[in-house]
């Protein structure tokens, strides 16, 4: 399997999501995502790019973990810090 990159994704359809994509994964109008999570609500001011440099804050709700999703209408993908990732990680699931 190829290095996996930890991510947040954005669609179409305003869906916001965290998880691990292949290391040589495009993205074009699809994207498989591993470990994914998606927030429901973010607290604080950063907007969704702060997820990807800091993670979620206290006060955000973020949803339960799934195994792999394929998202569709894919508007962006960022890479996330070590930091954000390790947040993103350790959030307890609902």
Known sequence: MPPMIPVIVTTEFRGVFFGDI??????????????VRNAI???GSRGFLGLASHGPVEG????STAPEVLLHKV???????DVAAKVWREWPEP
């Open 41 to 43: 609500y973010w607290k």
């Open 60 to 63: 955000s709700t973020i949803g």
């Open 22 to 35: 292949e290391e040589n994964d495009e993205g074009d109008a699809s994207i498989r995502v591993h470990s």
């Open 75 to 81: 508007t962006s993908v960022a890479r996330c810090t």
